[in-house]
Structure formats: structure tokens, C-alpha cells
């Protein structure tokens, strides 16, 4: 539809003004100027009939009336540091007007989000440009300075690119200089041991620890999952990206206050380093070592019991069969000695081999002499 949609500050709150005879030319004008507007309020609810939205339908360009104009031409000034930006000043009108800084690109989300940093401090900047930045190239940037949660923020920002350069190198910090709050919205890097990682639409987010404090990492790509193929759990990462603290309740400007969290919005993933994968003897693999030698160890009981029970069976049949054996002999013995015939027993050359008691009665000799004499 023809027209366009105007963004109006009222205080902390915001309403959107639509004129459908106002076109983009017309606006330059408009941008940084108090205004009055006349036309029908809309109002939008959501499902529990609660206010969540105002917007005023302006039937001509005539009814938006510039109370004060923009003060003057804004690119046309010097960019300011980075961290002058939200600091006192005796001019009542420079709060909330737009600026105009100059940086450095660490990080882009096109279409919403940029952060840029000078040689000292870093800024989160909310942009609807959608063009491709890199990291290193040098932009300026005018916008609307307002609190963020802890470092300003710069709202409504147009940009252009004045330049290229190498990256920046990335500010190496241990958990308790992020949370210092010092090096927020600045290009760090940080070592820390890899816990988990989770998916969560085209974002990956990693749990990491280091020097007993827990923090996390993100990196929106269009396949998270292909980011991981090398990493374990329990592996020693370095991450470099962007610090963003999480004030909590209470903050003060002393030396002595933490942040609550922090965690590190990273760009590619070659923001991300493996330093040393994990031991092997993890915990998990530990328990399945345990678990397979229990395994072995009670196959084993089971075995050794069936074999003793088998060898116990073996040895009752050996038992009983001597018994039977030994008990046959005797019966053999007893027959034999008792006899009232000569019953004698020779080798295959004649030679005698034994003689019962009738026959030593009968031959009128002891056993002894005639055990070895031949028959004939």
C-alpha cells in the first residue's frame, strides 16, 4: 500500500503513525523533530484484552505539525567517541537527539542488529539496514542514543560504510573480567570446558565453564548442527565474539560488583577452537566400563557354579562306578580264594600268574613257589 509508517517517541513509550499521502521523500525533515500529529487512534489488544499498542491513522501530511525542527545536520558533524555517548552535558536538548559515531564491525545480524567498537569501548546498535557488512570494515553511524542495560545502545541507526580493514583482534578475558562489565558489547575471546549444546531453531548454544563460573555461547547460522561435528563434550574450547553481560537487580559503579551472566554472541564457526578434546576415561565411558566388567565378572560366577556342579555330577559317577568296580573285585576274590577247585590263571607263554588256596592244597606247595613255574 502507498503511504508510509512513522515511528513517534513519547516519553519512554512509542506509537507508529501511518499517512498515506506522505512519501519518503518528505521525511527528512521529520527524523529528530518534536512534532505534533492529528488523526484517529487505533488501538491494538491482545487475546486477554490487554493494551499493548496505540497507532494514529493521519489522513494528510498537513495534520503532522514540526513543533521543533531536527537540530541541524547531524552527518554532516564529527562522529563522537563511542564512550561520550550518554554522558552529562549543561545542554538540556542533546539528550535524546540523534548522534552521529564512528567504528569498527565485529558482529552483524543484517536487518537488526550491529555492533561496532572503537580503540576503547563498544556499542550495540539497532539498524533495519539489511546490506552486508564484515568484520573490519569501518562505518559511521547516526542514531538515537538511549539506556541499555548497562552500556548505551543506539536506536534507529542509519549507517554507511567509510572503509575496510583486518578484523579486530579479539581482547583475551577470563569469566571475572566479563563480568566486570567492562567489556561489554566488545570483541573478547575466552577459554572454557564445553558441558552442553543445544539447538534451538537456526541457533546453536553452548554451555561452557571456567574458573567455576558458568556462561553461554551462541551462533545463529543456517545449519548449527554441521558446527559441531568436532565437538565433545568435556573438550577445552577457545570462543572468540561479542561480551553481553546480564546486569541482574542491582548494579553500582564499583570496582567491587559482578554482573550476574555474561555470554559471547559469536560469528562463524571459526569463532570457535578446540584447544584439548576430552579424556577418554570419561565419566559415562568409566560407567560402561564398569558396567561390561560386572557383566563379565557374573557370567563368570554363573559359569564357574554350572562347571562346579557338572564337575560335582562327574566325581558322584566316578564314586559310584569304583564302588561298584571295587565291590565286584571283592565278590571276584572272594570267589576265587574260596574255590573248592584248583582255579589258577597263566600268561600266553605258560607262566603262572596266580592260584587260589585249593590249589596250593591240591599241588602241596605255597603260593609263592608256584606262582612263575610254568604249566607243562
Known sequence: TNGVNLEIAVGSDRFTAFIPSLTESNLAGLVDSEVRVKGVCSTRFNRQRQLFSIRFLVPFAEDIVIEKPAAGDV???????IGNLLRFTVQPSAYGRRVKVAGTVILQQPGSTLFVQDKENGLYVQTRQSDALVPGDRVELVGFPMKGDYTPILEDAIWSKIGSGPEPEPTLIRPDDALGGLHDCQLVAIEGRLLDHAFNNNELVLLLEADNWVFSAHLICNDPRSSLVKLENGSRLQLTGVCRIEVGDIWRAGSAWHAKSF??????????????????????????????LLLVVVVSLIWVGMLRQKVSQQTGLIRNQRDVEAALKERYQDLFENANDMVYTHDLDGQITSINLAGERLLGSQRAEIIHQNVL
Do not use: K
Open 263 to 292: 555470554r559471547v554472541l559469536m560469528r562463524s564457526p571459526a569463532d570457535m577452537q578446540v584447544l584439548r578434546l576430552p579424556p577418554w576415561w570419561t565419566l559415562p565411558r568409566l560407567f560402561w566400563a564398569l558396567g561390561v
Open 75 to 81: 552527518l554532516a558533524q564529527a562522529a563522537r567517541p
